[in-house]
Every structure is written in structure tokens, then in C-alpha cells.
């Protein structure tokens, strides 16, 4: 069972006694509770929006050993009120592969200014990204990662306007070059092109090892449906689709619901008609 615990700074707390990203490690290294911890989540550093959490990096980083009882890492766990995603200011994780090599999850939330540098890690089993809109750079550094026990790879795409550059090439080049020999989970999630990203999905090299498949948050229609109705057969090692918040018609729900799949499509949404277009959005945007 982890043990497990969140340090955050509220708003106030950042104004009016000078709490941010620069004394968050002091804190955490000061809380007689910290040596038992096994997962260490970081929410607000007190104004997210403005200032970076590089100092709370540089912090674990410099106090390596301190920190080497850590297996789960999230860093960014705030909600829309603390911070919007999209507004978050994250940082360089460089040099974290090295300090901490006993870590196995990674989730990191906001992709503004993120850098993941040269990853090499033997021991991550799990990194996820949770963002408006991720940057082509950033998914160049993923493909090049070397990340032999990695096990589940989240991914939020996003969309142009809060970050993301690319296109379905930049997918399906991830998913070409990216070497992840015991991948189980595979998140291609939250993006405006969805049905685009799912066919990518599907003929990518890893879909006769994953036991997930999740595409879920983004503008899946039933075009996508169609894809996975055809392919999904051909790969019975899948045993989760999670494809929660879509624009899934009823009847191609149905069809998915008679797969041999534990099936997610809850929060089904209607496009937006306006002066004759259609309009879809993804879960996670600003």
C-alpha cells in the first residue's frame, strides 16, 4: 500500500508568508512524516501561472538521497481553480532520471515550458502527461526515451491554440521510433483529432502488447468507432478500451458495448452546430 502525501500552498499562503516552488523542498525534507512517504504529490506552488516549479526540480535533484525512497512522483496536481492547465509553468526534468532511479511513476500536469531532456530511466513503469496541448518537442524526447520497463504511456494531446504544433504524423512518428519493449497501457488522449490519432493508434507496432487501449477526452465520432470495430478483433490481448468523454452516436456504442473489451464511454457528448459547422471539443483544453 503506498503511503502517500500532497504539499501544496494556497494563494494566500504564497502572498502573505513568501511560500512558492522555492521553499516547497525545504518543507517537504522538514515534515517528520516524509521518510515513510512512497508517493510525493506536489499541487499548487502558490502562483503557478507566473512562477516555475523548477526550484522544487533543482530541490529533489540537490537532495537526491533524501528523496531515493520515492516510487510515484506527480508534480502539478491542481484543478482549474488553483491554476488552469494550460497556465501552468513547469520546468527542466533533465537531470531527475539520474537523481532518482528508484522511481517507477510519473505523472506531470501543465506543458508550458516542460523539458524532459535526454530520459533514461531503467525502472519507470509509468508516465503520463496531463496538458492542453503537448508540444512536438516534447514527443521527440518520449521517442528517443529509453525506457525498457516502461508499462503505460498517457498522453493529453491537446490542441493548437494551448500548445500543440503537430499533427497525425507527429503520433505515428512516436509511435514508429519509440522503443518500449513491455508497454501494456497505451493514452492517446484529449485531442481534436481523435478519429485521425485512433487510426494511427491501430496500426502502430504496439498493439499486439497492450492490454489498454485508451482514447479517451477527445472528439472520437463514430468514424473512429468504425476503426476500432474493425481492428480490435484482430487483437483479443486488449482487454480495457476506454474511450469516456466522445461524440459517439448510441448505435455505435451499442456495437463497441458487444466487444470482448471492459468498455469506458461514459460523458457522451453532442457537436455543436453553428452557421453550418460543426463544432467538437476535447476534455481538456485552457
Not at 498522453?155 to 512516436?174: H, K, P, S, W
Not at 483529432?193 to 493508434?201: N, P, R, S
Not at 468514424?223 to 448505435?251: C, F
Request: glycine letters at 8%; aromatic letters at 8%.
Amino acid at each position: 500500500m503506498e503511503n502517500s502525501k500532497m504539499y501544496s500552498y494556497t494563494y494566500e499562503e504564497h502572498e502573505n508568508e513568501d511560500k512558492g516552488a522555492h521553499t516547497m523542498v525545504a518543507d517537504i525534507l522538514a515534515d517528520p512524516s516524509f521518510p515513510d512517504q512512497t508517493e510525493l504529490i506536489i499541487g499548487s506552488w502558490g502562483w503557478a501561472c507566473e512562477d516555475s516549479c523548477q526550484p522544487i526540480l533543482d530541490g529533489i535533484i540537490q537532495h537526491a538521497e533524501e528523496f531515493s525512497h520515492i516510487k510515484k512522483l506527480f508534480i502539478g496536481d491542481m484543478d482549474f481553480e488553483e491554476c488552469e492547465v494550460s497556465w501552468i509553468i513547469q520546468g527542466d526534468y533533465s537531470k531527475l532520471w539520474e537523481a532518482m532511479p528508484g522511481l517507477k511513476e510519473l505523472t506531470i500536469k501543465g506543458s508550458c515550458e516542460l523539458r524532459l531532456g535526454q530520459i533514461c530511466h531503467e525502472g519507470l513503469e509509468s508516465l503520463t502527461i496531463i496538458c492542453g496541448g503537448l508540444p512536438t518537442g516534447v514527443f521527440r524526447e518520449i521517442q528517443e526515451a529509453k525506457l525498457p520497463n516502461l508499462k503505460k504511456l498517457l498522453l493529453y494531446v491537446g490542441i493548437e491554440n494551448y500548445g500543440f504544433n503537430g499533427d497525425a504524423d507527429t503520433i505515428r512518428t512516436l509511435l514508429e521510433k519509440g522503443d518500449f519493449p513491455k508497454l501494456e497501457y497505451l493514452g492517446i488522449a484529449d485531442s481534436e483529432i481523435q478519429d485521425e490519432l485512433a487510426k494511427v493508434v491501430l496500426e502502430s507496432k504496439f498493439m499486439g502488447q497492450l492490454h489498454t487501449l485508451d482514447l479517451s477526452c477527445g472528439t472520437l465520432t463514430d468514424k473512429g468507432g468504425e476503426a476500432l470495430l474493425e481492428a480490435l478483433p484482430s487483437y483479443p490481448n486488449i482487454k480495457v478500451l476506454d474511450l469516456h468523454y466522445h461524440y459517439l452516436s448510441d448505435s455505435m456504442m451499442e456495437k463497441l458495448k458487444k466487444l470482448p473489451v471492459e468498455l469506458n464511454v461514459d460523458e457522451q457528448n453532442e457537436a455543436d452546430v453553428y452557421r453550418g459547422e460543426i463544432w467538437m471539443n476535447a476534455m481538456l483544453t485552457e
